[in-house]
């Protein structure tokens, strides 16, 4: 059995100065990208970079992505996905089932409460997620299609922003 590598972001902090804005479109407030870039540090620096990024559509975790991956070379392959927007832990497990790619390490990039739900079933541990969070998830797999609703995984490490430098 090999073991893949889940790595569950949730967007950085996010404006709703503009009450005018849709909430998919909400934009990162400038601590939002602090955050996003000191979480993009870490994972280069860990050398935790993804082989694959699975993003919902919104503009706060899009700009998660490029601001994290911003100067990374190669530039990890991201696929936006409506889907992700608001997801529930259900429809994270399938999008993670349909991967048919040899990869090691994934990335998603999403939103809570979906996010928190999803940790909370996979690795057994309840633990707030607050926005830029970051929770590294070692799992007993050959392929990701042989992930499901009812895979476990073991939580390795999870970092919030304001605790890096």
């Known amino acids: 059995m090999n073991t893949k590598t889940l790595l569950v972001l949730r967007h950085a902090k996010s404006s ?16 939002g990208r602090q955050a996003a870039t000191k979480i ?7 050398g935790m970079t993804p082989s694959l990024i ?3 559509t919104a503009l706060r975790t899009r700009e998660t992505a490029q601001l994290a991956f911003a100067g990374t070379d190669p530039y990890p392959k991201i696929v936006f996905r409506e889907d992700l927007y ?12 349909q991967i048919d790619q040899p990869v090691l390490s994934v990335l998603i990039i999403g939103h809570n409460p979906g996010l928190e739900l999803f940790l909370a079933r996979m690795t057994g541990e309840s633990m707030i997620l607050p926005t830029g969070a970051l929770a590294m998830i070692d799992l007993e797999l050959t392929n990701w299609n042989q992930f499901s609703e009812v895979t476990r995984g073991a939580l390795v490490k999870f970092w919030k922003p304001r605790e890096l430098e």
């Open 54 to 56: 699975f993003c919902s």
């Open 40 to 46: 993009g540090r870490l994972i280069l620096d860990e």
């Open 16 to 31: 709703s100065k503009d009450p005018d804005l849709l909430d998919h479109d909400r934009p990162l407030n400038k601590r």
């Open 86 to 97: 608001h997801a529930e832990p259900e429809r994270i497990a399938f999008i993670l089932s």
